[in-house]
């Protein structure tokens, strides 16, 4: 049975670093791409990150140079490291998997959606 848990979230001030982490099980990373989303309060949610079965990542503009993905395959644990942050990062993180692209006829990080989703971890940035 697929499953993703995604733990880490919490409340930081303005310029910390945070680490949250999604355990997949039913699967490994190897077999299914892995995507991370972020759903700021009142805001459409957003792809930010997008990672291939290889492990190549790729970052949304808003995100490229402020958060890294890394992963720890023995414990089928993939992790997103956030720094720097600020109150436009608060949001709800989850990651997900079931990749399907969508085709050419849709711009940008519309082209690729993710279907299942972990219950995901709130963010929260004071300053």
């Known amino acids: 049975q697929v499953q993703l848990v995604e733990t880490g979230g919490g409340s930081v001030q303005a310029g910390g670093s945070l680490t949250l982490s999604c355990t997949a099980s039913g699967f490994t990373f190897e077999q299914r791409a892995m995507g991370w989303y972020r759903k700021p309060p009142g805001l459409e949610c957003e792809l930010i990150i997008r990672?291939?079965?290889?492990?190549?990542?790729d970052y949304a503009d808003s995100v490229k140079g402020q958060f890294t993905v890394s992963q720890d395959s023995g414990k089928n644990t993939m992790f997103l490291h956030l720094k720097s942050l600020e109150s436009d990062d608060s949001g709800v993180y989850s990651c997900?998997?079931?990749?399907?692209?969508?085709?050419?006829?849709?711009?940008?990080?519309?082209?690729?959606?993710?279907?299942?989703w972990g219950q995901g971890t709130q963010v929260t940035v004071s300053s």
């Open positions: 990672v291939g079965r290889n492990g190549s990542s």
């Open positions: 997900a998997t079931d990749y399907k692209y969508r085709g050419r006829g849709y711009a940008g990080a519309g082209r690729y959606e993710y279907n299942f």
